[in-house]
């Protein structure tokens, strides 16, 4: 790459230099010297600036820099070393010594990385100590005992030339019972950077500071009218906290000149927590308790960020990746970035009181290709921060060319610099390796700076999550650059807007380049099509509610956690975490529902069906469409037809019933079907499937009712006929007996009482018992009959039913 070039426009060293490199040459052949050494022979030390010779145990013996300081020493700098050595061996050190060896100048970037892949080899070249009196003398050491050294030499007396990197190491040499010779059985090889004048042209270098972290909150919020989040675990609490990730993120960057990237889903998650706020333990929530913590947090971040240039990246920065090759061809995944975007400015500006930069995406590592620019720029962003090892150098640049490239459609690419901005990466807890990762980091720097006469831009782009301990490096290395004589700081905007180096490369790489490692990484399209699934339930839900927004809020940024690009590397947290949100989603909707019905039976031709709906969520809902359709149309009809819908709107915590007019035009069962929609014709939760049984009544039953209605109608004509013709006889019968002798009419009289003779036959006892029937006679046509028969206790017979 170009990185790899010599340096360019640099000046002469001075001819102790030049002596020194010979020096240097003649020390790195200890192995032929050993070629010629009998093994009765005493030591090939001949004093203290002959090479040492490395033999069969070289490297038992581990040499650990813990400080190297200053990092970057100018003229009347003392330089100090310490750290330890431990005897990794089976045999004791003995007459053992720790010295100072300066190499030669670093001509190119590619041998600073080769030196610092082998920084602890005993085979290769290896420079003189500097001098007997800058050593720390070990009577032994024993196996597996660490040792502690600490050495100090003024910057004049380690001979250094012109500006440049120079390789330096800390050896130790010693003797042991089976080569008793002194040998160089240890050594740690690391960069001192020198540039004690000021540079003229200075690098323009920006750092970038990101403050981002994995997800947090769930959907769920309280069901009160203040929402109240619910939080995943507590571990947000911890790295808020002191001594925690992010706390030491704040801490360190407020005391450096950097372009702070903030992830708004973070800042909304931690101003969550300063107000009520619950915390899932197992089955249950617990009320959160760092609201002091959190408060204490934001207002620290407020203070660092003030008047600095912060970068906001979408809402929970959406892996670009995953959705460029994964997402694109589902429908709604585009939409989904850009709602993250649009939620910037009203989460950012709010609670940090600064206006946001939103014009930059960030894909992860800085990996992109064509798909990934088209994504990251379709939601309003028209700068790529790309980085050096995956924009690729092709036209063989001598030099390491400023980050801005234009790219084609309005688009810049961003491109950091790839060794400077992967320095801090791995496991840097122990002192000695954040000590290297720190003079790697300058050293590069440096020699970047020396490789042209011409002012350039440089852009550093670290992992998105640094640990404390990558952070502490960071920092480190950023004070030491920034207090140097060789760069000088620069906000993002400016590096993305300076003028762009006309022969580096603008071609971005195809699909088929991106690396295999990170792909493996990536959210799959199953997760797309589950994301998809929620938005579609949630779209069909908050159209019914009366406050839509106490739905679309917590479960949108949701959604826009599920294609976070923190989930990479943890697939199956992903998937529960996407599980989760669309499980407490159907638990919300699933409160809106059909109550289920059982058969109903239907006699006669017409009658009313009631279906309910309830509703147990705490707000209103409607107005919705309920719709109730006949299966057999022919046998049952809905209001005439085969459905009627009728709207409906049920009060939180509340059931509604709607009545449906049904007409039956045969026997038998027919299959009705309930089904809520919403107002614009999509359905609704699930349908409810009744049978209703049709007892019509039948033209039999009707011809034998009326039969029956006819022999009553009879029956009450001729009791009418019978009493007319019975009145007619009384009434002729009085005027026969007024116009008789008295005689007769007291005869009369007395057979009224009763017969004398009850012998003698005549007309009177005759009429006397048409007049009078006896008990035990038979009954005449004329007796009274009742209107209807005497109602029956029994139950009715099978069929027996009458309409509605």
């Known amino acids: 790459m170009a990185e790899a070039a010599d340096f360019q426009g640099t000046s002469p060293s001075p001819a102790r230099r030049w002596l020194r490199r010979t020096t240097a040459l003649l020390a790195g052949t200890p192995l032929l010297a050993g070629l010629v050494q009998l093994p009765a022979a005493g030591p090939a030390h001949a004093d203290g600036q002959s090479a040492a010779k490395a033999d069969a145990d070289s490297g038992s013996v581990a040499v650990a820099v813990d400080s190297l300081t200053p990092s970057a020493p100018t003229d009347g700098d003392t330089v100090t070393v310490s750290g330890t050595v431990t005897n990794n061996g089976k045999q004791t050190v003995t007459d053992a010594h720790v010295g100072l060896r300066v190499g030669p100048e670093v001509n190119t970037r590619s041998s600073l990385d080769a030196i610092a892949k082998d920084s602890d080899d005993l085979q290769g070249s290896i420079a003189p100590e500097i001098d007997d009196k800058y ?104 790295e808020i906290s002191p001594g925690g990730r992010l706390n030491q993120m704040v801490t360190l960057g407020k005391d450096l000149d950097v372009t702070w990237v903030v992830d708004p889903d973070l800042l909304a998650s931690v101003d969550a927590m300063t107000g009520s706020y619950s915390v899932r333990d197992g089955d249950k929530t617990v009320a959160g308790t760092h609201q002091a913590v959190a408060k204490q947090w934001l207002a620290e971040l407020q203070d660092a960020v003030a008047d600095e240039e912060v970068v906001a990246l979408p809402y929970a920065d959406p892996d670009l990746a995953s959705l460029a090759h994964n997402g694109t061809d589902v429908t709604g995944s585009l939409n989904q970035l850009k709602s993250a975007t649009d939620v910037i400015d009203d989460t950012v500006g709010p609670i940090l009181h600064v206006k946001p930069s939103t014009d930059f995406a960030w894909p992860v590592d800085g990996a992109v290709d064509r798909s990934i620019v088209k994504v990251a720029t379709s939601a309003g962003a028209d700068k790529v921060i790309a980085r050096s090892d995956s924009l690729k150098e092709t036209s063989g640049l001598p030099y390491t060319p400023s980050a801005a490239r234009p790219i084609g459609g309005g688009t810049t690419a961003v491109v950091a610099d790839a060794r400077m901005s992967r320095a801090f990466e791995g496991d840097l807890t122990k002192a000695s390796a954040s000590t290297l990762a720190v003079q790697r980091f300058l050293a590069q720097s440096l020699a970047l700076n020396l490789q042209t006469g011409t002012q350039r831009s440089v852009v550093i782009a670290p992992q998105r999550m640094p640990s404390g301990s990558q952070a502490r490096a960071m920092a480190e290395a950023l004070r030491a650059l920034q207090d140097g004589t060789w760069s000088e700081t620069q906000k993002l905007a400016a590096a993305a807007a300076a003028k762009p ?124 469409v309920l719709r109730l359709t006949s299966t057999n149309p022919t046998r049952l009809e809905i209001d005439g037809a085969d459905y009627e819908e009728q709207p409906i709107s049920v009060s939180g915590g509340h059931s509604q019933s709607v009545k449906f007019t049904t007409s039956a035009n045969a026997n038998g069962r027919a299959t009705v079907i309930a089904q809520l929609y919403t107002m614009d014709g999509r359905k609704y939760g699930e349908p409810v499937t009744f049978d209703v049984k049709v007892t019509e009544i039948t033209a039999t039953v009707m011809l034998v009712i009326g039969g029956g209605v006819l022999l009553l109608v009879l029956a009450g004509f001729r009791m009418y006929t019978q009493r007319k013709r019975a009145a007619a006889r009384d009434a002729e019968k009085n005027e026969t007996g007024e116009a008789e002798e008295p005689e ?41 009959t009742p209107d209807t028969a005497a109602e029956s206790a029994d139950p009715s017979g099978t069929g027996e039913r009458v309409d509605r």
């Open 501 to 624: 180096d006309p022969d580096a490369t603008t071609k971005v790489p195809a699909a088929s380049s991106y690396p295999a490692a990170l792909r493996r990484k990536e959210l799959p399209r199953s997760a797309f099509l589950q994301i998809a699934r929620t938005q579609d339930t949630l779209d069909n839900f908050k159209v019914v509610l009366s406050d839509p927004s106490r739905v679309a809020t917590p479960f949108g940024r949701a959604l826009n956690r599920e294609m976070s690009a923190s989930w990479r590397g943890r697939a199956d947290e992903a998937e529960s975490y996407r599980t989760g949100v669309k499980s407490y989603l159907d638990g919300l909707t699933g409160r809106v529902k059909l109550i289920e019905k059982s058969e109903t039976k239907l006699s006669g031709r017409s009658a009313t069906i009631p279906v309910t709906v309830q509703n147990n969520l705490v707000q209103d809902v409607g107005p919705l």
């Open 135 to 238: 050593t720390e003398k070990f009577d032994k050491l024993t196996p597996g005992v660490a040792e502690h050294f600490n050495i100090s030499v003024p910057v004049d007396d380690l001979d250094l030339g012109g500006d440049g990197v120079y390789e330096f190491a800390v050896s130790l040499s010693g003797e042991t019972s089976a080569q008793p010779w002194e040998q160089i059985l240890g050594i740690q090889r690391t960069f001192l950077p020198w540039q004690p004048d000021g540079a003229d042209p200075r690098t323009k270098t920006t750092a970038l500071w990101p403050l981002v972290s994995t997800t947090h909150m769930a959907a769920e919020t309280g069901p009160n009218d203040e929402q109240t989040p619910v939080f995943l675990n507590d571990d947000l609490a911890k």
């Open 744 to 784: 007769d009419s007291k005869v009369s009289e007395d057979s009224e009482a009763g017969p004398e003779n009850p012998e003698d036959p005549g007309e009177r006892p005759h009429k006397e018992s048409e007049a009078h029937p006896r008990a035990g006679d038979p009954e005449q046509p004329s007796d009274p």
